[in-house]
């Protein structure tokens, strides 16, 4: 699909009042500039990323009466249990808490939902098996905040709830005990974007008094996993967490370093999206993501390792179920969607399995462009995972074709539903309908957001690690995206592997390689001597040689084009 191109403008007077106040270098001005970081001292504050910077837990709303009620519950010897949610997220915020509140000297228990037997969130059973297991107060962590009837069923039992969420609460909140949540009314904590393992740092913080290295190993796991913006605290949590994740004293995280061939690497957000969080995510997905959760929680490193191989069976299942419900899902979308008249994809099946359907609902709208719905139906009932794009608020939709939907929950960008088979028909024109008054057909197309032009010249190894500085790069702080204009193809394009382009460049100053994964394609379109204009990525290329900066293409269009 073609791209559109839009390069950010310029702004050299803030970009030389940045230079001069920091001494940075010109780009990295106005790389800060494009992600709305312009005074002195935010900028001064978003490069260091110093633990320091943390702020102070006990003025976020909730923290002081839990960690009273926390210090009760030590004094009485009762016992807690913490009920987490089955994604990553939910599983480092689990494993943080458990650490934590055994190092304050707490009676603790776990307990994480099935995801295929019990959905997501806290369910109405839970109160009655932690009564019989002599449970006084449940600690929910990224789950709970709009369980209004269940906290009702746990409180009957005589049970406290402390509800540790960070999804957005709906108006009516549950009548727990405690709710921590600095996106609930009345709650004036300025970072409103941590993840549920990031409160559950600031527990840790206000419990024992610091984010020990252990909790800091978890809480920059599951910060990247969950996509929350990597700017305020949670860019402080990632940068100092991730660059000593290969010194983790847990054992369960070592092994799982080791078993992914990734331990003694660099770890950076990558690493934790695509190698880490799908293993840790797909004993949740194939089963219980208690396995997750005892992998974190072993004392034993031949106990770890036996549970990181679980781990590894889990995701090589989830693998191939995934790529025979994409194969059958792309099939069906290419055969039945309109779309001339469908602006949302909503497809179903019988059968398919619950734990992948997020995935392939996140390929389909890579690839088309579009917002998607994928339900899997059994017994009448389906059950779906939804993802959209910039320009239509996914949540907002959903709430406007509630009377379809048995139950919803979500945000902005992805959601889960349940809906009877009989309705789906019904939901897919209505939402339809409301993306045709809600989603501009622009919003159809991809765009690229250039951070600057830059020179040939100027793309060297310098440049490469001074655009690093910006690091760790991923939701609210991509990886910086450049352009060249009018340079001319010097070398034959070459075709490698699964469709990767790779060939040189050149103006009147510099010569550069570039390569593009999975873009082979575009083989057919240059040749040498063509004028083209390439978005990038700066990268590293040192395969076999001394290390040189290399084009890690975005697109490649004919100067001619527009852009």
Known sequence: MEKIWH??????????????????????AQLLINRDIQEPE?????????????????????????????KLARDRKEKVLIYGDYDV????????????????????????????????????????????????????????????????????FGIDVIIIDHHEPAEQLPKALVIINPKQKECSYPFKDLAGVGLAAKISQALIGQITDEA?????????????????????????????????????????????????????????????????????????????????????????????????????????????????????VEQEVNFNEDKVIVICKEGWHKGVLGIVASRITDKYFRPAVVISVEDGVGTASARSIDGFHLHDALLACSELLVRFGGHEGAAGLTIKEENIELFRKQINHIACKNLEQKK????IHIDCE????????????????????????????????GVTVKSRPQVMGKETIKFWVSDDHAAISAVGFGM????????????VDLAFNIGIDDWNKAPVAQLKLKDVRLTCQKI
């Open 7 to 28: 390069i950010l403008p310029s702004h050299p007077k803030r970009q030389a009042e940045l230079v001069s106040a920091l001494h940075i270098h010109p780009i990295v």
């Open 216 to 332: 800091l190993d978890f809480a920059a796991i599951g910060t990247v996993a969950d996509i929350v913006p990597l700017l305020g605290e949670n860019r402080i949590i990632v940068k100092n967490g991730l660059k000593r994740l290969n010194q983790t004293r847990n054992k369960g995280l070592k092994a799982l370093l080791e078993i992914a061939k990734i331990l003694g690497k660099d770890i950076r957000p990558f690493h934790v999206g695509f190698i880490l969080g799908p293993r840790i995510n797909a004993a949740g997905r194939m089963d219980s993501a208690h396995d997750s959760l005892d992998l974190f929680l072993a004392q034993d490193d031949e106990k770890a390792r036996g549970f990181a191989a679980e781990l590894e069976k889990h995701n090589t299942m989830r693998q191939l179920m995934q790529k025979e419900v994409i194969e059958e899902a792309l099939a069906i």
């Open 42 to 70: 935010a900028a001064k504050l978003f490069l260091s990323a110093e633990m320091e910077g943390l702020l102070d837990p006990f003025t976020m709303k909730g923290i002081p009466e839990a960690v009273d009620r926390l």
């Open 89 to 156: 997220d939910g599983v480092t915020a689990s494993a943080l808490l458990h650490d934590t509140f055994q190092q304050y000297g707490l009676n603790v228990d776990n307990h994480i939902p099935h995801r295929m037997l019990h959905g997501y969130g806290l369910n109405m059973e839970i109160g009655e098996m932690a009564k019989k297991d002599g449970v006084s107060l449940i600690v929910t962590v990224d789950c709970g905040i709009n369980a209004c009837e269940a906290v009702d069923v746990v409180n009957s």
């Open 444 to 447: 159809l197309v991809p765009t």
């Open 520 to 531: 082979g394609r575009f083989a057919e379109i240059i040749d040498v001597g063509s004028k």
């Open 454 to 485: 830059v020179a040939l010249a100027d793309i060297n190894l310098e440049l490469a690690h001074t655009v690093d500085t910006m690091e760790p790069f991923g939701e609210g702080n991509p990886e910086p995206v450049f352009c060249v204009l």
